[in-house]
């Protein structure tokens, strides 16, 4: 995309209500980031329809205009369209703004998310065991049964102490101390006596209910094995404690004394109020799920399908979790959570693949197919959201529509899921296996998916229309040809034909894009990819080429391969923050590198403990001149090892 720099930089200004609201500007590898003397003056319809300008984002006190690759050329232009302060710079200060409920999702989904990888995983194990039970192949009586069993049900039942880990790195905590009074809600011991079946101590009554006691105050019974709500509760309290033991402990006393207070302080709390709290508000939850279901199942769950897509265009689809959980471990299925984002995941296909095979543009077509077999097959949902139907707006009613009657059919036919598997699609059929009859989920959970899949195909291919020559002129004025730099996306035919595969340009834990907990990145605004979680503080070159960007911050290094790929490596989330601390660059923009240069080094330890994620996006950010951009890996990788996989 050839911009026009000071022009785009004169519309930005312009947009954002004019050089003197802008209090700063920086910039990352992708985003221009601003602070503003006052948000309500940025227009981002305005901004957003810039060309140049991928999307718009307001995160943290900061504007964030995503470019691309090209925002350190830009910024050169705009940094000289006025006195924006650099990083020194500051806005007034404020309170946090936006809705206290979307804030409030959004901590909570921050804190799950993490947590996706080990439920997933031993979800599917049960799912195993199921299909090994029911068709006969395993005894349940048998040890490799009991064992496997075991793998497939410890993270549930211990995750109260995964989540008291998450929410403390997500608060700046101790995750140690916040560990320890999850375990120690979970010890067999304590659950013993709340379960009444500890030898030599008979339980009391309080309030009606079973109880027993901690420094002689009552502690009412309760189940925290499974459980989601009661360490939410604590989180509050917890950091509250932390601190404050921190504050009263001399310093050389601290190492035992601010533990034992924080301890002594947080357990009475928790078993005495919190956790019974939280316990009451579980089984509410269940409570409400039964009575939705058992009222008028095929109406909720039709609604909740319908709706998902919305729900998860803010980000609360991951917070829903603890309801999912709530119904898992209350009554041994989820009829809602689940089943909703089956129906409405299939239905973002449909309507992707139905606007493909209507519309005449080429590059749609293939975007279209490709964001189609993703969300059907994998669950992938976002490419087919953002870049077909939302943008194309009929699209998104056909699968609206189709999630709808689909979820109507589940609810109807009772379809449940009984564990958690992959990020529900046609492949997680197999979690609806369970039940007195077995099979029947699988099959009109079959049923439902063919009938999503089939309506929003056919209402997206009646009601698509390709967008006037108008709008995409104006979108992208006159693009002239493109003489020299577009030779290497000439390459966009070659690709048709030949498989390219991307080596890892990092030591570390493979995880799907979509999982990256930042937005731009993962709704592959900025390219396709994966993330990788580095485990050693290195970025090796993945290819032969030339390096197109660095950042004077070091957390990210672009490469313009000799095959015509283009890739970003982004070091964290939100490093550019750390203005180069912790980072070691060993390239300059224009240097020729070989597969396995060294390009950066990071301290993995020390960005951690400034409160920085590590999550590292690994990016083709020239995808949209390719078939497919697909991972050619996943869990552990190692640097050089096989990552991506281009067509």
Same mark, same amino acid.
């Given at each position: 995309?050839?911009?026009?720099?000071?022009?785009?930089?004169?519309?930005?200004?312009?947009?954002?209500?004019?050089?003197?609201?802008?209090?700063?500007?920086?910039?990352?590898?992708?985003?221009?980031?601003?602070?503003?003397?006052?948000?309500?003056?940025?227009?981002?319809?305005?901004?957003?329809?810039?060309?140049?300008?991928?999307?718009?984002?307001?995160?943290?006190?900061?504007?964030?205009?995503?470019?691309?690759?090209?925002?350190?050329?830009?910024?050169?232009?705009?940094?000289?369209?006025?006195?924006?302060?650099?990083?020194?710079?500051?806005?007034?200060?404020?309170?946090? &703004?936006?809705? #206290?409920?979307?804030? +409030?999702?959004?901590?909570?989904?921050? @804190?799950?998310?993490?947590? =996706? /990888?080990?439920? !997933?995983?031993?979800?599917?194990?049960?799912?195993?065991?199921?299909?090994?039970?029911?068709?006969?192949?395993?005894? &349940?009586?048998? #040890?490799?049964?009991? +064992?496997?069993?075991?793998?497939?049900? @410890?993270?549930?039942?211990? =995750? /109260?102490?995964? !989540?008291?880990?998450?929410?403390?790195?997500?608060?700046?905590?101790?995750?140690?101390?916040?560990?320890?009074?999850?375990?120690?809600?979970?010890?067999?011991?304590?659950?013993?006596?709340?379960?009444?079946?500890?030898?030599?101590?008979?339980?009391?009554?309080?309030?009606?209910?079973?109880?027993?006691?901690?420094?002689?105050?009552?502690?009412?019974?309760?189940?925290?094995?499974?459980?989601?709500?009661?360490?939410?509760?604590?989180?509050?309290?917890?950091?509250?404690?932390?601190?404050?033991?921190?504050?009263?402990?001399?310093?050389?006393?601290?190492?035992?004394?601010?533990?034992?207070?924080?301890?002594?302080?947080?357990?009475?709390?928790?078993?005495?109020?919190?956790?019974?709290?939280?316990?009451?508000?579980?089984?509410?939850?269940?409570?409400?799920?039964?009575?939705?279901?058992?009222?008028?199942?095929?109406?909720?769950?039709?609604?909740?399908?319908?709706?998902?897509?919305?729900?998860?265009?803010?980000?609360?689809?991951?917070?829903?979790?603890?309801?999912?959980?709530?119904?898992?471990?209350?009554?041994?299925?989820?009829?809602?959570?689940?089943?909703?984002?089956?129906?409405?995941?299939?239905?973002?296909?449909?309507?992707?693949?139905?606007?493909?095979?209507?519309?005449?543009?080429?590059?749609?077509?293939?975007?279209?197919?490709?964001?189609?077999?993703?969300?059907?097959?994998?669950?992938?949902?976002?490419?087919?959201?953002?870049?077909?139907?939302?943008?194309?707006?009929?699209?998104?009613?056909?699968?609206?529509?189709?999630?709808?009657?689909?979820?109507?059919?589940?609810?109807?036919?009772?379809?449940?899921?009984?564990?958690?598997?992959?990020?529900?699609?046609?492949?997680?059929?197999?979690?609806?296996?369970?039940?007195?009859?077995?099979?029947?989920?699988?099959?009109?959970?079959?049923?439902?998916?063919?009938?999503?899949?089939?309506?929003?195909?056919?209402?997206?291919?009646?009601?698509?229309?390709?967008?006037?020559?108008?709008?995409?002129?104006?979108?992208?004025?006159?693009?002239?040809?493109?003489?020299?730099?577009?030779?290497?996306?000439?390459?966009?035919?070659?690709?048709?034909?030949?498989?390219?595969?991307?080596?890892?340009?990092?030591?570390?834990?493979?995880?799907?894009?979509?999982?990256?907990?930042?937005?731009?990145?993962?709704?592959?605004?900025?390219?396709?990819?994966?993330?990788?979680?580095?485990?050693?503080?290195?970025?090796?070159?993945?290819?032969?080429?030339?390096?197109?960007?660095?950042?004077?911050?070091?957390?990210?290094?672009?490469?313009?391969?000799?095959?015509?790929?283009?890739?970003?490596?982004?070091?964290?989330?939100?490093?550019?923050?750390?203005?180069?601390?912790?980072?070691?660059?060993?390239?300059?923009?224009?240097?020729?590198?070989?597969?396995?240069?060294?390009?950066?080094?990071?301290?993995?330890?020390?960005?951690?403990?400034?409160?920085?994620?590590?999550?590292?996006?690994?990016?083709?950010?020239?995808?949209?001149?390719?078939?497919?951009?697909?991972?050619?890996?996943?869990?552990?990788?190692?640097?050089?090892?096989?990552?991506?996989?281009?067509?």
């Amino acid at each position: 995309m050839a911009l026009d720099y000071v022009e785009t930089s004169k519309k930005i200004i312009e947009g954002v209500g004019g050089a003197s609201n802008i209090a700063s500007a920086t910039h990352c590898m992708t985003r221009l980031r601003l602070v503003l003397v006052d948000e309500s003056k940025a227009d981002d319809k305005k901004v957003g329809k810039i060309k140049g300008v991928k999307s718009v984002i307001r995160q943290g006190g900061q504007y964030q205009v995503v470019i691309g690759n090209e925002v350190s050329n830009l910024f050169k232009e705009f940094k000289a369209m006025g006195n924006f302060g650099g990083e020194g710079a500051k806005a007034p200060a404020k309170k946090p &703004t936006g809705n #206290p409920i979307q804030r +409030l999702f959004g901590f909570i989904s921050g @804190c799950m998310t993490p947590l =996706l /990888p080990g439920m !997933l995983g031993t979800g599917m194990i049960k799912v195993l065991l199921t299909i090994l039970t029911t068709a006969g192949v395993m005894s &349940t009586t048998g #040890p490799t049964y009991t +064992l496997l069993y075991s793998l497939g049900d @410890c993270f549930i039942f211990f =995750l /109260p102490i995964y !989540l008291a880990y998450t929410t403390a790195k997500k608060m700046d905590g101790n995750p140690i101390l916040w560990m320890t009074i999850a375990c120690a809600m979970v010890y067999p011991n304590a659950l013993s006596l709340l379960a009444g079946t500890y030898e030599g101590i008979e339980l009391g009554t309080f309030m009606g209910m079973s109880a027993t006691s901690l420094f002689g105050i009552p502690v009412i019974c309760a189940t925290y094995s499974s459980s989601v709500i009661p360490i939410l509760l604590m989180v509050p309290v917890m950091k509250f404690m932390e601190n404050f033991a921190d504050k009263v402990s001399p310093n050389v006393l601290k190492a035992f004394l601010k533990p034992m207070i924080f301890m002594l302080v947080c357990f009475p709390v928790a078993m005495w109020v919190l956790g019974p709290l939280g316990f009451v508000i579980g089984q509410g939850l269940s409570w409400i799920i039964n009575l939705m279901y058992g009222a008028v199942p095929w109406l909720t769950i039709g609604i909740l399908s319908a709706i998902m897509p919305f729900v998860i265009m803010t980000g609360m689809h991951y917070a829903l979790t603890p309801l999912a959980m709530a119904g898992l471990t209350g009554v041994g299925y989820d009829a809602l959570v689940i089943i909703g984002m089956f129906c409405s995941n299939i239905a973002q296909g449909g309507a992707s693949l139905g606007a493909a095979l209507k519309t005449k543009d080429s590059d749609l077509r293939s975007e279209g197919i490709a964001c189609g077999i993703s969300a059907t097959v994998a669950g992938v949902t976002e490419p087919a959201m953002y870049g077909v139907n939302l943008r194309y707006k009929k699209p998104m009613i056909a699968a609206v529509i189709g999630a709808g009657t689909a979820g109507l059919i589940c609810g109807l036919f009772h379809v449940v899921a009984y564990t958690l598997g992959g990020s529900p699609s046609f492949f997680t059929i197999i979690t609806f296996i369970g039940g007195d009859n077995p099979m029947s989920g699988v099959i009109w959970g079959t049923i439902a998916g063919v009938l999503s899949l089939a309506i929003s195909f056919v209402l997206s291919f009646i009601m698509f229309k390709d967008a006037p020559k108008e709008e995409e002129e104006e979108e992208a004025p006159a693009a002239p040809a493109a003489p020299a730099p577009a030779a290497p996306a000439s390459a966009g035919t070659k690709p048709l034909v030949e498989k390219m595969i991307v080596s890892s340009p990092l030591t570390g834990e493979v995880v799907p894009l979509k999982d990256v907990p930042d937005e731009v990145f993962s709704s592959g605004t900025l390219g396709e990819g994966v993330g990788v979680i580095p485990t050693v503080g290195k970025v090796i070159a993945p290819c032969d080429g030339e390096i197109s960007a660095t950042m004077d911050t070091k957390h990210a290094v672009g490469i313009s391969a000799s095959n015509g790929l283009e890739f970003l490596i982004h070091v964290g989330l939100n490093t550019v923050e750390l203005g180069g601390k912790h980072f070691t660059c060993n390239v300059s923009e224009g240097d020729k590198v070989k597969k396995g240069d060294v390009l950066l080094e990071f301290d993995i330890d020390a960005i951690k403990a400034a409160g920085y994620q590590m999550h590292t996006p690994v990016l083709v950010t020239n995808a949209e001149d390719y078939v497919s951009v697909l991972a050619a890996a996943s869990g552990k990788v190692k640097a050089g090892d096989d990552l991506i996989s281009v067509v």
